[in-house]
C-alpha cells in the first residue's frame, strides 16, 4: 500500500484542489468523497474510483467483487487528511473518483426528467438529486447558473445518488426541445397562469423544470411548457423550499 507523509505531494495538491475549487474538478473531471457511505457508494460504481485514501489510524475493510478490478488504495497521515478534508469532524476516509458520465445513446431511453434552473444552493441542489433518484427519475439536468453538482456539500447533501443517477450539466433550453421532441409531457413550476399541482395526473412519460430559489423559472424556459403548476400555500408560509416542492411534484407526477 502507498504511503503519503507531506501535503506537499502533487497528488494532496490535486486532491484539496478538487475539494476547494470548481474550475480544477471541471477540469480534471474529478471529484472527492469523505465518509464511510460515500465511499461504499462510490465502490459499487465499478471505474469511479481512482484512489482510495484511508487515514493511518482508520481500519475500512473492503471486499473486492470477483471481477471488479481493485482500487489503489493510499494511506495518509492526520496531516495529510486534514489538509483533504472538508467537514468538521471526519470520518478519515475518501475516495478520488472519475465524474459519472452518461454516453449519447442512453439519452434516447430517458422517460423522466428532472431540470434545475438557476438554483444555487449547494444543498438544494443535492437534495433533489437524492429526491429523484428516490422517486425513480432517469436523469437530472441543471442549468446555467445552478450550483455545481461535485461541490463537496452537494455532493454530500445528495448522499451516494451522484453513483445512482446521471447528473448532467447542460443548456434547458435545448433539453426542453429534447423533452418534447421525445413526446415528454414538460411541467413548468411558477405562479402565472398556473394551475393547482394536483390537477395533473401521474405520467408515463415527463420533464419537470424547477428554479431558482428566489426568481423562479425563467420565462424563456417557461414559454415553452405545456403546463405549468403551483402547490398551494395553505398556512402562513409565502413559498416551500426548492428541494421540498420538488419532492412532492417528482412524487405527484411519477406513475410508478
Same mark, same amino acid.
Request: some cysteine.
Given at each position: 500500500?502507498?504511503?503519503?507523509?507531506?501535503?506537499?505531494?502533487?497528488?494532496?495538491?490535486?486532491?484539496?484542489?478538487?475539494?476547494?475549487?470548481?474550475?480544477?474538478?471541471?477540469?480534471?473531471?474529478?471529484?472527492?468523497?469523505?465518509?464511510?457511505?460515500?465511499? !461504499?457508494?462510490?465502490?459499487?460504481?465499478?471505474?469511479?474510483?481512482?484512489?482510495?485514501?484511508?487515514?493511518?489510524?482508520?481500519?475500512?475493510?473492503?471486499?473486492?467483487?470477483?471481477?471488479?478490478?481493485?482500487?489503489?488504495?493510499?494511506?495518509?497521515?492526520?496531516?495529510?487528511?486534514?489538509?483533504?478534508?472538508?467537514?468538521?469532524?471526519?470520518?478519515?476516509?475518501?475516495?478520488?473518483?472519475?465524474?459519472?458520465?452518461?454516453?449519447?445513446?442512453?439519452?434516447?431511453?430517458?422517460?423522466?426528467?428532472?431540470? $434545475?434552473?438557476? $438554483?444555487?444552493?449547494?444543498?438544494?441542489?443535492?437534495?433533489?438529486?437524492?429526491?429523484?433518484?428516490?422517486?425513480?427519475?432517469?436523469?437530472?439536468?441543471?442549468?446555467?447558473?445552478?450550483?455545481?453538482?461535485?461541490?463537496?456539500?452537494?455532493?454530500?447533501?445528495?448522499?451516494?445518488?451522484?453513483?445512482?443517477?446521471?447528473?448532467?450539466?447542460?443548456?434547458?433550453?435545448?433539453?426542453?426541445?429534447?423533452?418534447?421532441?421525445?413526446?415528454?409531457?414538460?411541467?413548468?413550476?411558477?405562479?402565472?397562469?398556473?394551475?393547482?399541482?394536483?390537477?395533473?395526473?401521474?405520467? !408515463?412519460?415527463?420533464?419537470?423544470? $424547477?428554479?431558482?430559489?428566489?426568481?423562479?423559472?425563467?420565462?424563456?424556459?417557461?414559454?415553452?411548457?405545456?403546463?405549468?403548476?403551483?402547490?398551494?400555500?395553505?398556512?402562513?408560509? !409565502?413559498?416551500?423550499?426548492?428541494?421540498?416542492?420538488?419532492?412532492?411534484?417528482?412524487?405527484?407526477?411519477?406513475?410508478?
Amino acid at each position: 500500500m502507498k504511503r503519503i507523509e507531506s501535503t506537499q505531494n502533487s497528488l494532496v495538491k490535486h486532491w484539496k484542489k478538487l475539494v476547494t475549487t470548481r474550475k480544477e474538478r471541471d477540469k480534471s473531471g474529478e471529484f472527492l468523497v469523505e465518509g464511510f457511505h460515500l465511499v !461504499e457508494e462510490a465502490l459499487k460504481k465499478e471505474g469511479t474510483v481512482l484512489h482510495l485514501i484511508v487515514r493511518d489510524d482508520i481500519e475500512f475493510g473492503v471486499t473486492w467483487d470477483a471481477d471488479a478490478e481493485p482500487v489503489p488504495m493510499i494511506e495518509v497521515t492526520k496531516a495529510v487528511a486534514d489538509e483533504i478534508s472538508e467537514t468538521e469532524h471526519s470520518q478519515g476516509i475518501y475516495a478520488h473518483c472519475r465524474q459519472p458520465a452518461p454516453a449519447e445513446e442512453d439519452f434516447s431511453g430517458w422517460k423522466k426528467l428532472l431540470f $434545475v434552473d438557476a $438554483v444555487q444552493d449547494p444543498g438544494n441542489v443535492g437534495t433533489m438529486i437524492r429526491t429523484a433518484d428516490a422517486a425513480g427519475m432517469d436523469a437530472v439536468i441543471l442549468g446555467k447558473g445552478s450550483a455545481d453538482p461535485y461541490n463537496p456539500k452537494t455532493v454530500r447533501s445528495a448522499q451516494g445518488s451522484h453513483f445512482h443517477i446521471p447528473v448532467i450539466k447542460g443548456e434547458l433550453s435545448e433539453w426542453v426541445d429534447r423533452a418534447k421532441q421525445s413526446g415528454l409531457l414538460v411541467i413548468g413550476t411558477g405562479l402565472q397562469n398556473a394551475v393547482d399541482h394536483s390537477e395533473i395526473g401521474p405520467q !408515463e412519460a415527463f420533464a419537470l423544470i $424547477v428554479g431558482n430559489e428566489g426568481s423562479g423559472v425563467s420565462e424563456e424556459l417557461l414559454e415553452k411548457t405545456d403546463q405549468t403548476v403551483k402547490i398551494p400555500m395553505y398556512g402562513k408560509a !409565502e413559498s416551500l423550499n426548492v428541494a421540498v416542492a420538488t419532492g412532492i411534484l417528482l412524487y405527484t407526477y411519477n406513475a410508478k
